[in-house]
Every structure is written in structure tokens, then in C-alpha cells.
């Protein structure tokens, strides 16, 4: 029922692979982001776009690479990921109106890092 | 950073019994969302709160925006099996895009 789709939704790589992950939202939304989930830690910002522009980049590494082709669209390039990098990663998106910022979550991608 | 105390961090009842969770912060908030995650899925939204003292319902689900802006409240009644899962609340400060998230409460229903 979701308006946000995620794929894969479980992904092993090891070290030196490069793999994307793809998110698509059907919401007709004009922002989308990526979190990071990992166990006992609250949901992690990694990167904000609005109308396809990136907005924020909470310091993530640049072994993760974020790419915005359209407001409904968002990719996630990795490579070079570290063990610890393994965690749920989440897509989002939101209508950017005053007074309010309403996220609909996707249903995350499983990552595990060998 | 923004940080979002989230109590209590488990639950474990018996189905049929009432929860009640909240969030506090320093910060003063112009949003509160309440989230549910399963297992293994992405969080959904349950309720979205915009003014203080605000109370609104979802079905058997209630939560208020705190009337000092600082924190919310959730509440569950008559819990069934299905209402296990991961609670989150989320805040978004005035002016700002971000959310800020708390850690969690995690239910667990004893049949």
C-alpha cells in the first residue's frame, strides 16, 4: 500500500563491490531523503533533495553516493562500504508545505557488508 | 544535535491492555508525527499533530501535541496482537525541513 518503493529490499556485497539502491515515490512528492537504520540507534539523515537539488549531506562518507534524476527518483551509489556500513537503509519523501513536513517511508533496503 | 527523549524504550503487556508512550525535548516543536515500524519494513505514519494542546485519533490510537510545545504523547487502548512493533515520534522545529527522531518503543504483547 505504500506510495514508496524500494529495491532491492535485501542486498550482501563485500568490500569491494559497487552496487546502487534505488527508491521511486508515487506521491507525486517534491522532496525526497535517505536514512540509515541501524540496530538501537535512531534513524540516521544522510541526504536531503528538494525539487532534485541535494540540499543536505549529514557527513556521510563518500563512499556513499547520492543521485536525484527527478523529484520522484532517488539512487543511492555505494562502493567501498565498510562492515559497520551494514544497517536498513530508508528513502523517503515529503511535500514541502508551510508549517509541515509529513515523511512517507519506503520499505527500506536490508544492507549487509562482508 | 536535536534529541528526542522517547519513553520507555519496551513495553510487554497482556492484548486488551491500554499503552502509553511519550516524547520530550529542550526544543520546542512545530510538528510532532507519530510512526509505526514492523519488523522489517519501513516505518508507516499514524498521526501528525500541528498545533499545541492538539489531540487527535486513529482508530483505537490517540496522541496529543504537548501544550508546551516540547513534547506528545501516544496512546494505544485495547492493544491486540497486531499493534506490536517499534513506535517512533518524530518533531520538526519551526523554520526547519529535518525531523528529528526518537529512539524507539518497542511493544511486545503477550496473547
Known amino acids: 500500500e505504500t506510495g514508496v518503493t524500494q529495491t532491492p529490499r535485501h542486498l550482501v556485497m563485500g568490500m569491494t563491490n559497487k552496487k546502487s539502491l534505488k527508491c521511486e515515490q508515487h506521491l507525486g512528492h517534491n522532496a525526497m531523503y535517505w536514512y540509515k537504520q541501524s540496530a538501537k540507534k535512531p534513524l540516521e539523515l544522510m541526504f536531503v533533495?528538494?525539487?532534485?537539488?541535494?540540499?543536505e549531506n549529514n557527513s556521510v562518507p563518500s563512499r556513499f553516493s547520492p543521485e536525484c534524476p527527478n523529484s520522484s527518483h532517488l539512487f543511492l551509489h555505494l562502493h567501498t562500504l565498510q562492515p559497520e556500513d551494514s544497517a536498513l537503509y530508508l528513502c523517503a519523501s515529503s511535500q514541502l508545505v508551510m508549517g509541515g513536513n509529513e515523511q512517507f517511508f519506503g520499505p527500506g533496503t536490508r544492507l549487509t557488508v562482508l | 544535535g536535536q534529541q528526542l527523549n522517547q519513553s520507555p524504550q519496551s513495553m510487554f503487556i497482556q492484548e486488551g491492555e491500554d499503552v502509553s508512550m511519550n516524547c520530550t525535548s529542550s526544543?520546542?516543536?512545530?510538528?510532532w508525527l507519530w510512526y509505526k515500524q514492523d519488523p522489517g519494513e519501513g516505518p508507516v505514519l499514524l498521526i501528525a499533530l500541528y498545533k499545541a494542546g492538539e489531540l487527535t485519533s486513529n482508530g483505537r490510537l490517540t496522541a496529543q501535541f504537548g501544550i508546551t510545545r516540547k513534547d506528545s504523547f501516544l496512546n494505544i487502548s485495547a492493544s491486540i496482537p497486531s499493534d506490536v512493533g517499534i513506535y517512533f515520534c518524530a518533531g520538526q522545529l519551526q523554520g526547519a525541513q529535518k525531523l528529528v527522531f526518537g529512539q524507539g518503543t518497542r511493544l511486545t504483547i503477550n496473547p
Open positions: 526544543s520546542i516543536f512545530n510538528t
Open positions: 533533495y528538494n525539487f532534485k537539488e541535494q540540499t
